[in-house]
């Protein structure tokens, strides 16, 4: 192909670029994810149960428009600017504009359409997102097709996320509380700048990543058939185990953050302590960042989730039965876990590519878009599950949402049960799954490249 001739070969620039990517979504919809639900409790009053229900309701129908988006962007063809990119360069702005308006403070208006409200502003925003992040999960699998540097974009990508999650854990409880309180206008004012910010990190990622592995086109006329390959797709065991367990993982993962400020707040009795755990995670960032890559080529990325989490897990369920009420000491096991459980996080995206391959291994064809698509709709699911069950489960313990109110001995101990529980469940069911249903070994995995390359080299010569 006379475009590919003329791409220049793949660098540390495509690597930096995918962080950003990864960064740019990552400051809208974490920050979302962080303090959207925290923002309609205690900043517009609104019952947790109703919360919840109204999370779980949009996430799942987002959830579903992710494969729908998939074959839209699989059936189209390449353009100039690729087949990936000009997705993320135009829809990353009006999703700028929906995260913001996300915030306003509605708290006065009648309760009814302050649901309303709540309800358009959330599925318009996750309609764009998925308009922006299908397309740039999808981008990796085109932008290399070698082992090494695929797992390079992984580790990568989730740098950006980890960026992301140090400074806002850091910056969040100091600058978005006063005397422990939640502050309506600093949470609109954060969302903008992270509006912002997420919109030129995205419009980097398309200047600065390029795609180079040539997708071929259907021949003309031909329809993607979307349910024959959604057939082919329930039989790829290797994206089945990377969706479930992902899928478990995210749901224990994102339990626990939503409930990681009510932790701090009540259990250890100031939420700014929680910005202390944000800068002991820039050291826990740079040593997953720099060990996961050699872990993974020593033992394999399925070896080395399964031996990691595992870990994190049996810490995690002592700690149900042993609270610890020094929040520094909790501080430091959280982020000795974060480090065996991070290899589930940073190598998710290059297994995700595996599962890609060994879609194409079965099939012969990629169909990238649908088959992470298909995937993406997993992680949405498990979104809508988890940011409901954050909001059912402090309504189940009786968490009291008044301005100002200190919760009961029985709320605060109910929070710590909740939070170490989930974490070991999660975790715990998500490695089993993982040993299990994943069939892509690293002995596996360097079989399955090896047949890819001299089949597409047979098509080559052809």
Same mark, same amino acid.
């Given at each position: 192909?006379d475009?590919?001739?003329?791409?220049?070969? +793949?660098?540390?620039?495509?690597?930096?670029?995918y962080?950003? $990517? /990864?960064l740019?979504?990552?400051f809208?919809?974490? @920050?979302?994810a962080?303090?959207?639900?925290?923002?309609?409790?205690?900043?517009?009053?609104v019952?947790p149960?109703?919360?919840?229900?109204?999370?779980l309701?949009?996430?799942?129908? /987002?959830?579903?428009?992710?494969?729908?988006?998939?074959?839209i962007?699989d059936s189209?063809?390449?353009t100039k600017?690729?087949k990936f990119?000009?997705?993320?360069?135009?829809f990353s702005?009006?999703?700028?504009?929906?995260?913001?308006?996300?915030?306003? &403070?509605?708290?006065?208006i &009648?309760?009814?359409l302050?649901?309303?409200?709540?309800?358009v502003?959330?599925v318009?925003?996750e309609a764009?997102y998925?308009?922006? &992040?299908?397309?740039?999960? *999808?981008?990796?699998?085109?932008?290399t097709?070698?082992?090494?540097?695929r797992t390079a974009?992984?580790?990568?990508?989730?740098?950006?996320g980890?960026?992301?999650m140090?400074?806002?854990?850091?910056?969040?409880?100091? +600058?978005l509380?006063?005397?422990?309180?939640?502050v !309506?206008?600093?949470?609109?004012?954060?969302?903008?700048?992270?509006?912002?910010?997420?919109l030129?990190?995205?419009?980097?990622?398309?200047?600065?990543c390029?795609?180079r592995?040539?997708?071929?086109e259907?021949?003309?006329?031909?329809?993607?058939?979307?349910?024959?390959?959604?057939?082919?797709?329930?039989?790829?065991?290797?994206? =089945?185990?990377?969706?479930?367990f992902?899928? *478990?993982?995210?749901?224990?993962?994102?339990?626990? &953050? $939503?409930?990681?400020?009510y932790?701090y707040k009540d259990?250890?009795?100031?939420v700014k #302590?929680? !910005?202390v755990? $944000?800068?002991l995670?820039?050291?826990?960032?740079?040593?997953?960042?720099? #060990?996961?890559?050699?872990?993974?080529n020593?033992?394999?990325?399925?070896?080395?989730?399964?031996?990691?989490?595992?870990?994190?897990?049996i810490?995690?369920? #002592?700690?149900?039965?042993?609270?610890?009420?020094?929040?520094?000491?909790?501080?430091?096991i959280?982020?000795i876990c974060?480090?065996?459980?991070?290899g589930?996080q940073?190598?998710?995206?290059?297994?995700?590519?595996d599962?890609i /391959? @060994?879609h194409e291994?079965?099939?012969?064809?990629?169909?990238e878009?649908?088959?992470?698509?298909?995937y993406? +709709?997993?992680?949405?699911?498990?979104? !809508?599950i988890?940011?409901?069950?954050s909001s059912?489960? =402090?309504?189940?313990?009786?968490?009291?949402v008044?301005?100002?109110?200190?919760?009961t001995?029985?709320?605060?101990?109910?929070?710590?049960k909740?939070? *170490?529980?989930?974490? +070991?469940?999660?975790?715990?069911?998500a490695?089993?799954?993982?040993?299990?249903?994943y069939p892509?070994?690293?002995q596996?995995?360097?079989?399955m490249?090896?047949?890819?390359?001299?089949?597409?080299?047979?098509?080559?010569?052809?």
């Open positions: 192909m475009q590919k001739k003329t791409v220049r070969p +793949f660098s540390m620039k495509d690597k930096i670029g962080t950003l $990517g /990864d740019g979504c990552c809208t919809e974490q @920050y979302r962080m303090y959207l639900s925290i923002f309609y409790t205690l900043i517009l009053q019952n149960f109703h919360v919840g229900i109204l999370l309701v949009t996430k799942i129908w /987002d959830a579903v428009n992710d494969p729908i988006i998939g074959a962007v189209r063809k390449a600017g690729g990119i000009p997705w993320i360069r135009a702005f009006p999703m700028a504009v929906l995260c913001i308006l996300g915030f306003v &403070n509605v708290g006065n &009648n309760y009814g302050r649901l309303a409200y709540m309800f502003t959330y318009l925003y764009l998925t308009c922006v &992040n299908v397309p740039f999960g *999808t981008l990796s699998s085109v932008m097709d070698d082992v090494s540097q974009l992984s580790r990568y990508r989730s740098l950006g980890t960026i992301f140090t400074v806002m854990v850091m910056i969040g409880p100091l +600058f509380y006063v005397d422990n309180k939640p !309506a206008g600093r949470f609109l004012m954060l969302a903008c700048i992270c509006a912002m910010l997420g030129l990190c995205l419009q980097i990622t398309c200047v600065w390029k795609e592995v040539e997708v071929p259907r021949p003309q006329g031909e329809k993607l058939n979307y349910l024959h390959v959604l057939k082919e797709i329930s039989h790829n065991k290797a994206l =089945l185990g990377v969706m479930f992902s899928l *478990t993982g995210m749901i224990g993962a994102s339990v626990v &953050n $939503g409930l990681n400020t932790l259990f250890f009795g100031n #302590i929680q !910005a755990s $944000g800068m995670s820039v050291l826990y960032a740079v040593l997953s960042f720099a #060990i996961t890559q050699p872990l993974a020593k033992f394999g990325k399925k070896e080395w989730c399964c031996m990691g989490a595992g870990f994190a897990a810490v995690f369920g #002592i700690l149900f039965f042993f609270p610890v009420h020094n929040p520094v000491v909790f501080i430091v959280n982020g974060y480090l065996g459980a991070s589930m940073v190598l998710i995206w290059a297994m995700v590519n599962a /391959d @060994y291994l079965q099939t012969g064809e990629r169909n878009g649908i088959v992470y698509s298909t993406s +709709f997993f992680r949405k699911l498990a979104s !809508a988890s940011g409901s069950l059912f489960v =402090l309504g189940a313990i009786g968490y009291n008044t301005a100002g109110a200190v919760q001995a029985g709320v605060v101990n109910a929070i710590w909740s939070y *170490t529980g989930v974490y +070991f469940l999660g975790y715990g069911i490695v089993a799954i993982l040993f299990f249903v892509l070994t690293k596996k995995t360097a079989e490249l090896t047949e890819l390359k001299t089949r597409r080299a047979a098509k080559e010569s052809k």
